[in-house]
RNA sequence: GCGCGAGUAGCUCAGCUGGAUAGAGCGUCGGCCUCCGGAGCCGAAGGUCGUGGGUUCGAAUCCCGCCUCGCGCACCA
């Protein structure tokens, strides 16, 4: 049992006494103001109701019943409008830390999760164009709240899904046609520069499975196109190809890695789309009209409802949210008691359709089931002006320019130090910065300052283990608010995986890395009395070690030195 | 028009699921270099939490109305 249980069971202990319900739960926490003490708890405040007296009695009333010894404090004094605030004595609070030095990497996981297996979606861009920013965010996004869930015990499947079906795709093959044979571009091709380069590799590559030169492949594509479908299906087979590869290699560089890639497409060849439509047949939720099939998602809360399959002068075609619903039917068959999608903003209103979908297949699958992520847009500044072209896509920022630009830690920490919800402004000349106005280096250069303690005072820091320390040396105001924020740390990672918002490690990080450099500029670690350097160097690993596991979650490196 | 999101310091944003005198970074102003790295630190100024009501011991946080901005409202994906 850790400090604050141990707090809250005595707390509980004395409110019982004082005939508070069975289940009350009073909250315990650290004050905002650091002067009124270690923690606080607002259990008179709370039992003011139940009990129809004063916050303010009932507190006096609760303090005298605490047994200290149980709860652990050195002192506990009723303030404002009937708060109890704690106060640890100085080695209690700091004796904490040996459980950081002990754990290690560990410190912080727990097993929430107990193993379950959840699914994270997230990118999952079309295969026609290079990443650009958005996913960019969403890549940073996913990858974080798979590494919290990871942290608090859930098996996790990092998962892409390639919506390589459907209308997008030809208009892709048909750029790349355009551009291979020098044609004008119309309005329903992609403009993009980097379609030269797929169509120099997709000429090469047929050039080669047909044994011919460049320029004869050149020559069908301008003249054979409209009669010859194998050379249309192998353009659109090689540029697919083509962009996979290229996102692969901005993932990779991005260090994002993804254990599962889901085909849009293999969805058709094992009849799940068609199969849905008929399920959702058989459930009653579906009806005919105009010629095509709706699903009533009306009744699971859609404003309106859905055509499922078009009519037959439209082409006959399910609709696009069916083989996403089919998808989604598949994670659940594949054992995932949760699946998150990480998706922008301007994806919403899929949401009510997806789950609807998924509720009237009446197949046991839960309400909220997919959870959705969802980021608003990101606008990129350089020299106080909006960037918008980039040399590859033409239009837009790619991910590739970013990291090649910013490198990979400051383009991780940028797109997550906002919450999703928050539209992000990332500013380059700021990210570029190696000083302590970018957070980023701000946060890794704390972290390297306390590795250049041991280094330079030639500690080896295997060998500080917290064994034998005097915590009662840790007595400096900036000592406590250190190793109060880094028992914090615990508790924040498990708020921040339920909220599903890495942003919250990024934040914490600033703080705690704010608390290092001014402890690190006050006090001297080496140097001091024996037992004072001791205590201090406990600090310095166990700091350094919860900086390195914040940054861990987020992705980003945690250099030694800078 | 309807739905979702946002509106907090000059700027960019936090605010831990209703708590104490609303915070941080940047910017501005004023200080600090014999130092385990000045790639740093200290201090100050700066707020009607968009707005008007409501709920209660207590509201930036919950509810209702209104205003502004973004996104979405297909037999597109």
Redo the contacts with the bound molecule.
């Keep these: 049992m850790n400090a604050t249980d141990r707090l809250r069971a005595a707390v509980v202990t004395a409110a019982r006494s004082l005939g508070a319900p069975a289940d009350f739960a009073p909250?315990i926490?650290?004050?905002?103001?650091p002067?009124?003490?270690d923690?606080?708890?607002?259990a008179a405040?709370?039992l003011?109701?139940p009990l129809g007296k004063k916050?303010a009695d009932i507190a006096r009333a609760l303090v005298d019943a605490l047994d200290k010894g149980a709860a652990g404090v050195a002192d506990a004094s009723v303030?404002?409008?009937?708060?109890?605030?704690f106060r640890l004595a100085a080695g209690d609070l700091a004796a904490g830390l040996a459980t950081v030095l002990q754990l290690g990497e560990q410190y912080g996981r727990t097993q929430d999760g107990a193993g379950r297996a959840v699914n994270v979606e997230f990118v999952s861009a079309?295969p026609t164009g290079p990443l650009h920013v958005g996913h960019g965010r969403q890549a940073a996004l996913g990858d974080a709240i798979s590494s919290l869930l990871v942290y608090t015990g859930w098996t996790v499947t990092r998962e892409f899904y390639y919506?390589d079906?459907?209308?997008?795709?030809e208009r892709l093959r048909d750029s790349v046609r355009a551009r291979a044979i020098d044609s004008a571009l119309g309005d329903d091709h992609y403009h993009g520069e980097y379609v030269r380069d797929v169509a120099t590799y997709a000429i090469e590559r047929i050039a080669a499975d047909r044994a011919t030169t460049s320029g004869a492949v050149r020559q069908m594509l301008a003249t054979e196109w409209e009669d010859d479908a194998a050379l249309r299906d192998a353009v659109r087979r090689h540029a697919v190809a083509y962009l996979r590869g290229e996102q692969d290699t901005d993932l990779k560089a991005f260090g994002v890695r993804f254990d599962v890639y889901y085909l849009?497409s293999s969805l058709y060849g094992e009849q799940r789309v068609d199969g849905t439509i008929s399920a959702l047949m058989k459930t009653g939720h579906a009806f005919e009209?105009?010629?095509?099939i709706?699903l009533r998602t009306t009744t699971f809360g859609d404003?309106?409802d859905?055509?499922m399959?078009?009519?037959?002068?439209?082409?006959?075609?399910?609709?696009?949210?069916v083989?996403d619903v089919a998808y989604h039917v598949t994670k659940w068959e594949r054992g995932f008691a949760r699946a998150i999608d990480v998706q922008?903003?301007?994806?919403?209103?899929?949401v009510?359709?997806v789950r609807a979908g998924l509720q009237a297949l009446e197949i046991g699958i839960p309400k909220g089931y997919p959870e959705y992520v969802?980021h608003?847009?990101v606008?990129v500044m350089r020299a106080g002006e909006e960037m918008k072209i980039s040399k590859r896509a033409g239009s837009y920022v790619t991910v590739r320019d970013l990291v090649d630009e910013v490198g990979r830690d400051a383009v991780r920490y940028f797109f997550l130090?906002?919450?999703?919800?928050?539209?992000?402004?990332f500013?380059v000349d700021?990210a570029r910065k190696?000083?302590?106005?970018?957070?980023v280096?701000?946060i890794q250069?704390?972290h390297?300052?306390l590795c250049?303690?041991f280094?330079?005072?030639e500690v080896d820091a295997a060998a500080v283990t917290g064994a034998g320390v005097d915590w009662a040396r840790l007595s400096e105001p900036?000592e406590r608010e250190l190793v109060k924020t880094l028992l914090?740390w615990p508790?924040?990672v498990k708020?921040a995986a339920?909220?599903l918002?890495p942003?919250?490690v990024a934040?914490?990080l600033?703080?705690t890395?704010?608390l290092v450099?001014?402890?690190?500029?006050?006090?001297?670690?080496?140097?001091e009395a024996p037992e004072v350097t001791q205590a201090?160097l406990a600090l310095?690993k166990a700091a350094r070690i919860v900086l390195a596991n914040g940054l861990a979650v987020l992705g980003i490196s945690a250099p030694e030195?800078?």
């Design positions: 909250v926490e650290r004050p905002r103001d002067t009124h003490g923690w606080a708890t607002n405040m709370a003011a109701r916050p303030a404002g409008p009937g708060f109890i605030n079309n919506n079906g459907g209308g997008q795709i849009e009209q105009d010629g095509a709706w404003d309106k859905r055509v399959k078009r009519s037959a002068e439209k082409g006959g075609e399910p609709t696009y949210f083989p922008g903003a301007d994806h919403h209103s899929t009510t359709r969802l608003q847009m606008t130090m906002r919450k999703g919800e928050s539209q992000l402004v500013d700021l190696q000083s302590d106005e970018n957070p280096y701000y250069m704390a390297a300052r250049g303690i280094r330079v005072g900036e914090d508790a924040l708020g339920d909220a918002e942003h919250r934040t914490w600033l703080e890395a704010r450099h001014l402890w690190y500029h006050k006090h001297h670690v080496l140097g201090r310095a030195r800078m």
